[in-house]
């Protein structure tokens, strides 16, 4: 089967949808292997293509389409705004495994919107319409899918319902929305009632995006906001189990939590796969403390036991000690739910912005 095929195969389920956040510098090929050990997503995306003039796709994310063996679809993200650039990424990278492609609205990374590419498009209606027009055209409606990750607005929510009047036009077949508006970034509540909305007004599926951190929380933005999907990002690097977890809870049955010596073993795991040969084990330790921003939010008994995980794994420059920290933590027989006791979103602020 095709990966558009199998893509639409997946939408045409009564199931949810479950998918991968596309994350800058997180969710490379060998994070979404890693996430496949754990029972995965039903869908990966790819961080994004920044495209330019003179854009040659970048090859490390063009790996994860040529090497993707976890057997589900993905979909390559792209971010700019020009229209021929776009255009011609939009048709060289069809010739590649891809189910779609996907169209970045909602980076809120000051150096991307800035240049009025990702979120900053939101100030510009009209010109997302010709981009939508154009991109639409290239991809054609036979094939590969076209879809669309966007904010609610740039600081102003109101223009949400302009911008699902052209989605409409340019018949998508596929919108997540990230409940929060780019001035938003990721500190505030997620504003479930705006995907709502889009699920209810659009002739396609919509998936929605923010804050899904546990089963729970996954079934009542389902409920809220009649979504066909969820789409995930930070819940699973704090949590691989999380999409297995969620297909549990929705079929009624007991959600298995991870003892906190499963947790050690995956970041382990994670060290292992996201290790590039021959890497110096000092930067993989600060690669690791990336992962780690998202993952301690959720470990320890309480809020403070997380905190002075991170505030002692911050401070490692070495394997041993680093592994030393996560032991004294996580070696241990009790079950973790991995929810956050505190929002981490001031962490993925902070990570976003340095990925812009
Ligand atoms: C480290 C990091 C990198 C991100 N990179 C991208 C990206 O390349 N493209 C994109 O559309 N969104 C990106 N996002 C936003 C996520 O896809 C997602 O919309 C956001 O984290 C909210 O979902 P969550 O609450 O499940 O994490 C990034 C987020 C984080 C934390």
Redesign the pocket.
């Given at each position: 089967m095709t990966q558009p095929s199998q893509l639409a195969a997946l939408l045409a389920r009564p199931e949810p949808l479950l998918a991968l956040?596309?994350?800058?510098?997180?969710t490379d090929l060998p994070f979404w292997r890693l996430l496949a050990r754990y029972g995965g997503p039903d869908v990966y995306w790819t961080?994004?293509f920044r495209v330019h003039a003179t854009w040659r796709p970048e090859k490390w994310i063009l790996e994860s389409l040529t090497g993707n063996n976890t057997g589900r679809p993905a979909i390559a993200?792209l971010i700019g705004n020009d229209i021929p650039s776009l255009v011609r990424a939009a048709k060289e990278l069809q010739h590649h495994p891809v189910a779609a492609i996907d169209l970045?609205l909602?980076?809120p990374a000051p150096v991307v919107y800035r240049k009025c590419a990702g979120g900053g498009l939101l100030r510009e209606p009209k010109r997302v319409d010709a981009i939508l027009g154009a991109m639409r055209e290239a991809i054609g409606d036979g094939g590969v899918k076209f879809t669309v990750?966007t904010r609610i607005g740039f600081d102003d929510p109101r223009v949400f319902d302009e911008f699902l009047g052209i989605f409409a036009r340019h018949s998508l077949d596929l919108l997540t929305v990230?409940g929060r508006t780019v001035a938003e970034m990721?500190r505030t509540e997620v504003h479930y009632d705006y995907i709502a909305r889009a699920a209810a007004a659009l002739p396609f599926p919509v998936l929605a995006?923010?804050?899904?951190h546990s089963p729970g929380r996954a079934a009542e933005v389902l409920d809220i906001t009649r979504a066909k999907g969820l789409m995930?990002?930070?819940?699973c690097i704090r949590n691989p189990w999380i999409f297995g977890q969620i297909r549990a809870h929705l079929r009624g049955e007991a959600v298995l939590l991870p003892r906190g010596r499963e947790v050690l073993e995956y970041v382990e795991a994670l060290y292992a796969a996201t290790e590039p040969t021959a890497a110096k084990e000092r930067l993989q330790v600060e690669k690791m403390k990336k992962y780690m921003n998202f993952v301690g939010a959720g470990v320890g008994r309480d809020l403070a036991s997380s905190k002075e995980f991170l505030h002692h794994v911050r401070r490692a420059t070495e394997r041993a000690e680093f592994f030393r920290i996560c032991r004294d933590f996580l070696d241990h027989e009790e079950p973790m739910p991995l929810v956050p006791f505190a929002p981490d979103e001031a962490v993925?602020t902070a990570?976003?912005d340095a990925?812009g």
């Open positions: 956040a596309p994350m800058q510098d997180v961080e994004y993200q970045n909602g980076c990750k990230h990721y995006n923010g804050n899904v995930i990002g930070r819940g993925a990570v976003a990925h």
